[in-house]
């Protein structure tokens, strides 16, 4: 019998290998996975089984992740996944004292130790994998607060805002787009819708990450963001078997990019579209060209798929004056969320105050 088919009133901890479980291993794992996004996304749409199973036995090539889930009285009540960088890839060094850790427990089973009992595997992970600082994020009243309570920092405030296309002034949004060029500026556009050939997104990994490392990102102790071609193939590949295409606009002044913006849409949930990055280099800013790149893209996404209802994004609240064109967009704040950073010694001092649970599976194999 698999440990978390075992019944007990205590909370074990045990890992969970999408490559190795069971059937009915990976039946309970999806069961709880389903009443868990309801519980904390409601009305949010839900990758069908097949395709999740799908998703986490596939091995990328540059990041690796584990996962633990607590088990009481026979029943997954609650999960922990650890996302960190593959040792050996490019500038993995850079990443080496991080992990980054997300997932949750179900409602019923909620400040009931269950919480606790995970982090104490997430500090067996870090003690025995090298790592110093993990991240957390939240949206729901409680995660904050047990963030609080395990002394773990808020070091940036994200906030979703959705826009709803049949709002959109669409006579607006090409004036906006006219107006991002003017004679004489040499600016000229450049957009892609589907696929980004690989020969014109490999130039484009440097300017790209010097532009989302001027984005405001709070207090965040982390490495500089990297745009990376290797992350860009998987990606593509994922699309390619269910389906989905990338969009990038860009406007350029010779080989420079002053101005860029891109999206992607999911052939599972058609109805709507992500919004990525939209920046502007230094030189450039205060000219309407942000305004003019998020336009032609709403234009290009309105042009391809009609089918589009909704546009989901996410920015930093520091960001005002991207938050502002958001706004005169139409878009509505749908969710606020937290990021958080622990580090490993303050969490050993919670962990060290507090029952450890009475049985725990090898972390981290």
């Known amino acids: 019998m698999s440990d978390m088919q075992q019944g007990s009133t ?3 901890i045990c890992p969970f290998d999408p490559l190795t479980a069971s059937v009915e291993d990976w039946a309970t794992y999806q069961a709880y996975r389903r009443t868990r996004q309801e519980e904390d996304y409601p009305g949010e749409p839900t990758v069908p089984d097949a395709e999740f199973e799908r998703i986490l036995r596939r091995q990328h090539p540059l990041h690796e992740s584990r996962r633990i889930v607590a088990v009481r009285e026979g029943a997954l009540v609650g999960n922990l996944i650890l996302e960190f ?31 606790r009992a995970l982090l104490a595997g997430l500090l067996s992970f870090m003690q ?11 949206h729901l009243p409680e995660g904050h607060a047990f963030m609080a309570a395990i002394g773990a920092a808020q070091k940036y405030q994200g906030v979703e805002n959705r826009l709803a296309f049949d709002g959109l002034d669409w006579d607006e949004l090409a004036r906006w787009q006219a107006r991002a060029t003017t004679p004489g500026d040499g600016l000229r ?9 690989l020969e014109r997104l490999a130039p484009l990994m440097a300017p790209f990450s010097a532009l989302i490392n001027e984005q405001p990102l709070g207090s965040l102790e982390m490495p500089r963001i990297r745009y990376e071609l ?18 990038l606009v860009l406007l350029r002044h010779g080989d420079d990019v002053a101005a860029m913006c ?17 920046a502007v280099a230094r030189p450039w800013r205060s000219k309407g060209l942000a305004k003019g790149v998020k ?16 546009m989901i994004t996410t920015n930093a609240e520091a960001n005002a004056p991207m938050l502002s064109i958001n706004q005169r967009l139409g878009f ?33 194999q």
């Open 85 to 115: 960088r593959r040792d050996g890839s490019p500038g993995s060094e850079d990443f080496a004292p991080f992990v980054f850790a997300g997932g949750g427990v179900l409602r019923a089973h909620r400040r009931q130790g269950v919480g």
């Open 189 to 197: 556009w450049e957009t892609h819708a589907g696929r980004v050939p």
């Open 128 to 138: 025995s994998h090298g790592k110093t600082t993990a991240t957390m994020k939240t």
């Open 262 to 278: 891109d999206a992607s849409w999911d052939a599972r949930f058609p109805d709507r579209v992500y919004q990525a990055l939209t």
């Open 230 to 247: 290797q992350g860009y193939v998987s990606w593509y590949e994922d699309m390619d078997r269910r389906g989905g295409e990338h969009f």
């Open 332 to 364: 509505a704040v749908h969710r606020q969320e937290g990021t958080y950073q622990i580090s490993r010694e303050t969490l050993a001092r919670f962990a060290a105050a507090i029952k450890k649970p009475t049985r725990s599976c090898a972390i981290g």
């Open 295 to 310: 336009a032609a893209m709403l234009n290009l996404i309105r042009a391809r798929h009609p089918e589009v209802r909704t």
């Open 10 to 12: 205590r909370i074990d």
